[in-house]
């Protein structure tokens, strides 16, 4: 619990430059400190969020970095309690405030009707988890999750993609609890719109693979979690692009990701075609020397849960992708080269053709299983394939890997027939 605490504190900055705010959260029943209440600053022209802070022990808490001279209004809110909301202004004069102690009142139900300001906290506590609330933080509507995150004071996105927020490093990240795709962070937070999303969470997972309490809390992990709208759990989203230089040289890739509830199906393509004249240091009276080089690759991905929503300790899916690329390289010598000499003249004529290739077809599958027995143990399974042809003229070279619970991988490497490949293939599903 205390690194989670530890987690969710915003820097504290002390710029001379800057204003603050600070004082401790009480309920105004018993004066019983309050913590993890939600303290947000808001620019007041245009609700923009400045800044956040979660209660710490005692309820208290001091916000630092902010703007002076710009009117400014604190919201404080906790569950169970009507929202505290009040407009302040900061300058050279007076840039900090100490609000000394806010008595927070039990919500009864009518006490809202009496709020004149409304807002949405932007960052709450629901037990353990840091819950990040999309309707308290002013964005476009066709911005994704990538922007949204950047808002959040105390999350920071590295050039690298990483992820971390308050220094602590995001090492998992999910969409309604489970992997989004191939599981990489640009894929979901550049690509899921803000509109679709309910609310992100950040909370620590436990590996329960431990024994121990203690081996338990030094291997957790910190764990992004996007929660989306139920409406918006369905989409699709990809890109394209082409190039095109000197030489009548092209190319181009694209990529397509259709996802619902219970299957995700990725596309993708890639091609370039390049033209390249090959000089030469001695005087050429006629060079037709070219160089063409053209690589393409296409491929599918799917993955197939078998519930809506089974939870991550207890799911089951069925993944599989096909892959084929080629390359072609061929290089045309069409030249006549003539050297003066003393007397005479020399003319060399070469002309020559070649020509190199091949096919690469990859496919693999799986089936997952995650159970969660009891609360303490978790149980693993896969079985899988993956075939690997490489082509290249006439021969076929294919490895085989097959996944079976409880084995080291099986490595196969022979030569065989197509057909007898497909076969293999079928057998292995069938098992």
């Not at 800044?51 to 209004?73: C, H, M, S, W």
Request: charged letters at 20%.
């Amino acid at each position: 619990m205390l690194i989670i605490i530890l987690l969710l504190q915003s820097v504290v900055s002390f710029a001379q430059k800057a204003g603050s705010i600070k004082g401790a959260v009480v309920s105004s029943l018993d004066s019983a400190a309050l913590r993890a209440a939600t303290v947000t600053v808001y620019k007041k022209a245009d609700s923009s969020l400045v800044n956040y802070q979660i209660t710490r022990e005692r309820g208290v808490f001091e916000i630092a970095d902010l703007p002076l001279k710009t009117a400014l209004f604190v919201s404080i809110t906790h569950t169970g309690y009507a929202g505290f909301y009040n407009a302040f202004y900061l300058d050279s004069a007076q840039a900090h405030m100490d609000l000394k102690w806010i008595g927070l009142i039990k919500d009864t139900g009518q006490l809202m009707e009496e709020v004149v300001v409304k807002s949405v906290a932007p960052v709450t506590m629901n037990g353990d988890t840091l819950e990040i609330n999309p309707a308290g933080i002013k964005l476009d509507s066709i911005e994704v999750v990538d922007e949204l995150l950047s808002r959040v004071p105390g999350i920071t996105r590295w050039q690298d993609s990483s992820l971390t927020i308050n220094g602590k490093k995001v090492t998992k990240l999910y969409v309604d609890g489970r992997p989004f795709f191939d599981g990489s962070f640009n894929m979901a937070v550049k690509n899921l719109p803000k509109h679709a999303v309910d609310k992100i969470q950040v909370y620590q997972e436990k590996d329960i693979y431990k024994q121990t309490a203690a081996d338990i809390a030094k291997d957790s992990t910190v764990v992004l979690n996007i929660k989306l709208k139920p409406d918006k759990r369905k989409g699709y989203f990809g890109n394209t692009n082409a190039q095109a230089g000197t030489n009548d040289s092209y190319g181009g890739n694209m990529s397509l990701q259709v996802y619902n509830k219970k299957t995700h199906l990725g596309f993708n393509g890639h091609g370039n075609i390049v033209r390249n004249a090959l000089g030469d240091i001695e005087p050429v009276v006629e060079n037709k020397d070219l160089n063409l080089r053209s690589n393409w690759d296409l491929g599918t991905t799917f993955r197939q849960y078998f519930k809506e929503n089974a939870g991550l300790y207890n799911d089951r899916s069925l993944n599989g992708g096909y892959n084929v690329s080629g390359n072609r390289n061929s290089a045309v010598t069409n030249r006549t080269t003539v050297k003066n000499l003393a007397d005479s003249k020399l003319t060399d004529i070469n002309e020559g053709y070649n020509l190199s290739r091949y096919l690469r077809q990859s496919a693999n599958g799986s089936y997952d299983v995650r159970k969660k027995k009891n609360p303490s143990l978790l149980m693993p399974a896969m079985r899988g394939w993956k075939v690997v042809m490489l082509q290249k003229e006439t021969s076929l070279l294919t490895e085989m890997i097959l996944f079976l619970p409880a084995a080291q991988p099986i490595n196969l490497r022979v030569k065989v027939p197509i057909t007898s490949l497909v076969l293999m293939v079928i057998t292995t599903i069938c098992r």
